[in-house]
């Protein structure tokens, strides 16, 4: 399998899953970032062979934040390796300790739960217009939430105009984003794609032109 030690990738994700203790997936999480400081410290040396990486799949953004949040309640716990963790954590997802990210997660959890209040039934496209005023403002955060919520809500009939209006604006923003948004792309290709392809390259020809 991938990986050093001994460790290979399948047998990391069996570790880091939900059905483990915390402290195992503590411990997992933290080898994974070690790992990755490694990889990129023997970057820094010229014809130094480099051990195989881990899938970057591995480093979810949920897990580092439950994993964050256990690990601040339980530093007695955990003494011996959370100064460490805690700052190959921060090194990896910087926004988990960004006040300025923290208040956007917050405004967007507050728009998700306006539209929960003011309808039976999620509104779509009102969500998707939401997202785009969020990604012409540049606020990676708050898109980055929004697109992880419309990915677990994968039944719904996505407008493909408003995913190919997204497109202009997403290229603009860092890869957390781009790789999320790609998902949300396919998500509505998958349902129509027809349309999908054509609402992105008519978005696409517009730009070119100006």
């Known amino acids: 399998g991938r990986g050093v030690a001994g460790i290979s990738e399948s047998s990391l994700l069996s570790l880091l899953s939900?059905?483990?203790?915390?402290?195992c997936r503590v411990l997992a999480f933290y080898y994974l970032l070690l790992h990755r400081r490694a990889v990129s410290e023997l970057r820094q040396k010229p014809d130094t062979p480099l051990?195989?990486?881990?899938?970057?799949?591995?480093?979810?953004?949920?897990s580092a934040k439950t994993l964050l949040?256990?690990?601040?309640?339980?530093k007695h716990h955990y003494a011996p390796v959370y100064p460490t963790f805690l700052k190959l954590l921060v090194a990896q997802f910087p926004f988990l300790c960004d006040p300025q990210a923290l208040l956007a997660e917050d405004e967007a959890k507050a728009h998700v739960s306006k539209l929960s209040k003011n309808s039976k039934e999620f509104d779509v496209v009102e969500y998707m217009s939401g997202m785009i005023t969020a990604l012409e403002r540049g606020d990676e955060c708050k898109t980055f939430?929004?697109?992880?919520?419309?990915?677990?809500?994968h039944h719904e009939a996505i407008p493909s105009e408003i995913v190919a209006a997204c497109v202009p604006h997403v290229v603009k923003l860092g890869f957390r984003v781009q790789s999320s948004f790609i998902k949300l792309w396919e998500m509505s290709a998958a349902l129509n794609p027809q349309q999908t392809w054509l609402n992105t390259a008519r978005v696409l020809r517009t730009r070119l032109r100006l």
Do not use: C, F, Q, W
Request: glycine share 4%; net charge positive; hydrophobic share 30%.
């Open 18 to 23: 939900p059905s483990n203790t915390m402290s």
């Open 51 to 62: 051990p195989a990486e881990y899938s970057v799949s591995l480093l979810g953004d949920d």
């Open 145 to 153: 939430y929004m697109i992880s919520k419309m990915l677990k809500r």
């Open 69 to 74: 949040l256990h690990t601040r309640n339980n």
